[in-house]
């Protein structure tokens, strides 16, 4: 029998103890023997909760009981998560963890320090929830080169984006809806500005290219500027707007990004809505390969979890795994350096000298035509962009635009 | 470094080579060490072929040769496969396999042999080609019980029903051009009879309820009989048919079948065309999560069978895991006492004669009316198939109705 402890009794962790009593017998056959939750680390009270008598507020109950040889950690954030997660490796135990933000940060040490405590570090579940990706990445597609990899990675934007495409409701009335249903949090900032998805993208990009890529440099922008317009822009052209994270691979340079884009009906990504997440890889044997499930929850989440405790008692992972290194300057390309095709809505004063003022600046453009919208919208030809965005700003102020509205990237 | 042999130098063994030549430093960075393709098995001459100087004829030279510690089935089909399956485990080398019909027929006993020896039996290719779905299914959602399996499992019949949808081709124009293109063999019955996806569902759900399911009593039925008409009536109610192969575990039995069926096109298997393949898995703390890709090809299968390879060089695998027992008597519930709705296509001498008819027989039903069509089409009220079955059956005699066109499960 194995002993773990779980750090932070929130929603994950909760899961965590609920799915090991449940599926004891099933989880004892695929890890080889049985798994018990010993201590629950946490500084609050729960007097009704069903583990209430595991629940300890002292970190030494965990950290200095030789018999617990796996750590869960499902605090979230950079702080006690972060020192609580060293003190594991250094007492000899194995740390799993659901927190992609101390993932993104401190990756590379952590896993130094993992290695050289000969103990694992493994966090499937802090990406796309309980949607097995990082297994998949690193083991299941470990014969191919990755090309690409485009997620919608947030549950909360996509559930957003989603009601704004079939109801037609507002950014603002989505997002009280998502807080209501309790989709979003008090503070929705991580989420609606992309900081959540591009940790998240951080984290897959850096199993799949091997090489750390640093969260803090990637280029982000969230969905808070997205209008019923532009919905209904893309709508004529067929399309749908996501929350993209995407990154590539090319001639040794990494290309990632967190921003709306418009894409195809057509596109694998674009019928995953609500808060479901995916992910679609490409690999140069594989070709296209797209992962879908609930990127959050409680359940979905601990299921993840728990089968990488179930791997580490099974003993399938061994400590040279996922070891990356911080790279000394940022290994991410400049977007602006790299080809992009653009969507852009105006507001004008006078609609025909405005086309003609566009057609100037811009070349060739594709206009999209909506009845019961008198803006101008267009999608660029394919072209550098930094190229295109300064072509748009100089049309910013000319005398026949009112209002440069939204910029979004097309990958149409 | 490690020396592997192949045996069979077709379509998939000549993609396993190839790769393994081609991500050569990846492969050996993930493996832990180098992967070298010392000898290929096959009875036929390739004088132009790349690895031409690696192949033989004889199986001594693989199987007595002790430098070769695993080999890779790509020979396909139950008879030299079968054989040199067994041979490799007493001379103590570990299997990696993409024959799911091998799997599908003697899984239980190649398993336990594989075991006695103490090496590896990993077949990951055989079911989804490239996609990842084995590993997921026993690895990253072992903490959950497995409540069901929906598959799309054939990329020709995938193929050919996406065709039908999408360029109202005939079932015959269809499969003719599926011919053409290389993607339904000479003798496409064991594709278009669900033979195949009969197979992959066997195997998925013995994995995932760890109980050895046999394919041989598994309800099959192909896509033969699907007509234009039939894809008409799917939608006209927002639906469209695809061959499903599909098993969920209920109260300690196994429901499994191979048909065609009706779903929604807000399903997430129905946007799956052509020929791709996906598999939907359903497990009591992950909910629903999807797995898409290539179901085929070079390449693709190439991919699945090198990451076994890599898993058991990193020594990830241990002989306890995936060990079926062959049950007594079959462990598959009867599916005529189970629950379902029928869609039934009818031509009738007399429409409203015939709808009266209907009504008297069948109850409570779901008409769909087509302009262009003046056959009867409807969905029957959720009951047990068998019953439904005999009640559509006794139709078939009535004055009223002509011919009872077809009968399809309707998932919606």
Not at 372 to 379: L, Y
């Given at each position: ?341 653009l969507?852009a809505?105006f ?7 405005a086309?003609q003022k566009i057609n100037k600046v811009m070349g060739?453009v ?14 660029t030809?394919?072209d550098l962009?930094g190229k295109l965005r300064a072509l748009l700003a100089s049309l910013r102020g000319s005398s026949e635009i009112?209002k440069v509205?939204?910029i ?5």
């Amino acid at each position: 029998m194995i002993n773990i402890a779980i750090l932070g009794y929130g929603v994950v962790g909760s899961g965590v103890a609920e799915i090991i009593e449940k599926n004891k017998n099933n989880i004892a056959a695929r890890a080889g023997q049985n798994i018990q939750v010993k201590r629950i680390l946490d500084i609050k009270n729960f007097p009704d909760a069903p583990h209430k008598e595991l629940i300890t507020d002292n970190p030494d109950h965990i950290f200095k009981d030789k018999t617990i040889s796996l750590v869960v950690e499902t605090i979230g954030g950079t702080r006690a998560a972060y020192e609580f997660t060293k003190n594991a490796f250094m007492c000899g135990k194995h740390v799993v963890s659901s927190n992609k933000e101390l993932v993104a940060a401190h990756g590379p040490e952590l896993l130094k320090l993992a290695k050289k405590n000969r103990v694992n570090y493994m966090f499937e579940a802090s990406v796309g929830g309980g949607i097995p990706i990082i297994r998949p990445l690193s083991r299941c597609l470990s014969a191919n080169r990755i090309n690409s990899i485009t997620g919608i990675l947030n549950g909360t934007t996509n559930y957003i984006l989603t009601r704004m495409k079939v109801n037609g409701e507002s950014f603002e009335d989505a997002l009280k809806d998502a807080r209501q249903k309790g989709y979003a949090e008090a503070d929705p900032t991580a989420d609606i500005e992309g900081h959540d998805a591009c940790r998240k993208i951080a984290i897959l990009s850096s199993i799949a290219y091997n090489e750390f890529v640093d969260a803090s440099v990637i280029k982000t922008e969230g969905i808070s500027k997205i209008t019923m317009n532009d919905m209904e822009f893309a709508e004529a052209i067929n399309s749908t707007i996501k929350l993209l994270a995407l990154s590539r691979y090319e001639n040794g340079k990494i290309y990632c990004r967190v921003a709306p884009g418009i894409i195809k009906k057509t596109h694998p990504l674009a019928g995953v809505d609500d808060v479901f997440n995916a992910v679609l890889v490409n690999g140069d044997a594989i070709g296209d390969a797209m992962f879908y499930g609930q990127g959050a929850g409680k359940l979905p989440t601990a299921s993840a979890v728990i089968a990488d405790v179930i791997d580490i008692v099974h003993d399938r992972y061994s400590v040279v795994d996922n070891v990356w290194v911080r790279p000394e300057k940022s290994n991410l390309v400049d977007i602006a350096n790299e080809s992009i095709r653009l969507f852009a809505r105006f507001s004008a004063r006078n609609r025909e000298a405005a086309k003609q003022k566009i057609n100037k600046v811009m070349g060739k453009v594709e206009y999209i035509e909506l009845k019961a919208n008198n803006e101008i919208a267009f999608i660029t030809d394919l072209d550098l962009e930094g190229k295109l965005r300064a072509l748009l700003a100089s049309l910013r102020g000319s005398s026949e635009i009112n209002k440069v509205e939204n910029i979004i990237a097309a990958y149409i």
